[in-house]
Antibody
Framework: QVQLVQSGAEVKKPGSSVKVSCKAS????????ISWVRQAPGQGLEWMGR????????NYAQKFQGRVTITADKSTSTAYMELSSLRSEDTAVYYC??????????????WGQGTLVTVSS | DIQMTQSPSSLSASVGDRVTITCRAS??????LNWYQQKPGKAPKLLIY???SLQSGVPSRFSGSGSGTDFTLTISSLQPEDFATYYC??????????FGQGTKLEIK
């Protein structure tokens, strides 16, 4: 059974950075892309970017370009999302999600439990 | 970017009702459309992928249809555990996935 386990909640100051981890087990980590999705309090889902671990290639939503970095460590089956220059509007739950593309249609079939990042002075 | 618009934003229904939620894309996305269910404090759960394929383990009362720009999620007979928020998501553009704003399904 595939599991994605994320790191714990964080409280950060405005202007600082946060790095959230997502450790995969039960599947072939490198073969699937991992996306990061966030959800501000009471709001909808917002896709931030993705990485294909086997290639080490990441792409990002334009909104986060220059502020987000997504990496993957194949040796530990762990993906990371680092967001810099934090502001209060970045307070949200951050999810990692595995992309399955069997039959040629990508979808997020497994999700981490979410990591609450609170940005407050 | 491809914009996804869901309607309605909220919906009240009773156990046993048939419910339909719609999702419209700002451009054609073929069948690259997924549906998720999210309950408070939990991660989203995949229900339907490729517009109409039922994810393994999801009850058959959930179904999806559509292609191009217009899609629907139907719950044939609402169960108490179905009251949640539902999101559509396009996977046509892998460089920029987008979600609909969500539809909150509440008990009448």
């Amino acid at each position: 059974q595939v599991q994605l386990v994320q790191s714990g909640a964080e409280v950060k100051k405005p202007g600082s950075s946060v790095k959230v981890s997502c450790k995969a087990s039960g599947g072939t980590f490198s073969s699937y892309a991992i996306s990061w999705v966030r959800q501000a309090p009471g709001q909808g889902l917002e896709w931030m970017g993705r990485i294909i671990p086997i290639l080490g290639i990441a792409n990002y939503a334009q909104k986060f370009q220059g502020r987000v970095t997504i990496t993957a460590d194949k040796s530990t089956s762990t993906a990371y999302m680092e967001l810099s220059s934090l502001r209060s509007e970045d307070t949200a739950v951050y999810y990692c999600a595995r992309e399955c593309d069997s039959s040629g249609y990508e979808r997020f079939d497994y999700w981490g439990q979410g990591t609450l990042v609170t940005v407050s002075s | 970017d491809i914009q996804m618009t869901q309607s309605p934003s909220s919906l009240s229904a009773s156990v046993g009702d048939r419910v339909t939620i719609t999702c419209r894309a700002s451009q054609s996305i073929s069948s690259y459309l997924n549906w998720y269910q999210q309950k408070p404090g939990k991660a989203p759960k995949l229900l339907i992928y490729a517009a109409s394929s039922l994810q393994s383990g999801v009850p058959s009362r959930f179904s999806g249809s559509g292609s191009g720009t217009d899609f629907t999620l139907t719950i044939s007979s609402l169960q108490p555990e179905d009251f949640a928020t539902y999101y559509c998501q396009q996977s046509y553009s892998t460089s920029m996935y987008t979600f609909g704003q969500g539809t909150k399904l509440e008990i009448k």
